[in-house]
């Protein structure tokens, strides 16, 4: 069946350090959305990207769809204390389902 | 803003009793997503609805069954309850009208089954 993969699985990063996730899927995304989910929490809608090779920016993260539309990476530019919890992309696999991605738990220290 | 409402938030039940999970989507949401999330395992797609008709199956146990009302609340009835079942339910709704849209989750309710 469809898979999502995502790497890393942890990652712990000083405060002030850049920070990336990559997603890979094992089949072609119309679309590819992320989330964050803080612990605790529930996951939190961050974007959505649609086109072949797009790149959003949202103040310190910048998310990019692959030419192929199999990947997609989401780069977090000199992290911050907030910033910790578990990022996740998730790629539709049906009318009205999505699949998550086995996400990248992001710790940052001060 | 309005947020989905899950209920209860917890729950405890014993081995192979029944359960039912109830989730109040967002005004004018006409999509609801149900999601199993382990501890540190990513959410699983369970069942969809799409103006009260079931739209996607997911990895749906048999013994779980789900519908949406009139009103488009939603409830997870889940049956023979196994210990592996213990996690957490997570509703999500969507906006009418357009696929693929972001979906709101809802808080989730915490199933421990002993």
């Known amino acids: 069946g469809q898979q999502v993969m995502q790497i890393p699985q942890y990652q712990h990063v000083q405060e002030g350090e850049d920070f990336t996730t990559y997603c890979n899927s094992s089949?072609?995304?119309?679309?590819i959305q992320w989330y964050k989910q803080r612990p605790g929490g529930h996951p939190v809608f961050l974007i959505q990207?649609?086109?072949?090779?797009e790149v959003k920016k949202q103040k310190r993260l910048t998310f990019q769809f692959g030419e192929a539309k199999k990947n997609s990476s989401l780069h977090i530019t000199a992290t911050q204390t907030t910033d910790v919890g578990t990022y996740f992309c998730?790629?539709?696999?049906?009318?009205?389902?999505?699949?998550f991605g086995t996400g990248t738990r992001l710790k940052v220290l001060a | 803003a309005a947020g989905v409402i899950q209920s209860p938030r917890h729950l405890i039940k014993e081995k192979r009793e029944t359960a039912t999970l109830k989730c109040y989507p967002i005004?004018?949401?006409?999509?609801v997503y149900w999601y199993q999330q382990g501890p540190g395992q990513d959410p699983q797609f369970l069942i969809s609805?799409?103006?009260?008709?079931?739209?996607d199956k997911g990895s749906i146990p048999d013994r779980f069954s789900a519908q949406q009302f009139s009103d488009y609340h939603s409830e997870l009835n889940m049956s023979s309850l196994e210990l592996g079942d213990s996690a957490l339910y997570f509703c999500?709704?969507?906006?009418?009208?357009?696929?693929?849209?972001?979906?709101?989750f809802g808080p989730g309710t915490r199933l421990t089954v002993l």
């Open positions: 999500a709704s969507s906006p009418a009208g357009v696929t693929y849209n972001e979906q709101f």
């Open positions: 089949t072609t995304l119309s679309n």
């Open positions: 990207l649609v086109k072949s090779g």
């Open positions: 998730a790629g539709p696999g049906g009318t009205y389902k999505y699949i």
């Open positions: 005004p004018r949401h006409d999509t």
């Open positions: 609805f799409y103006e009260k008709m079931q739209s």
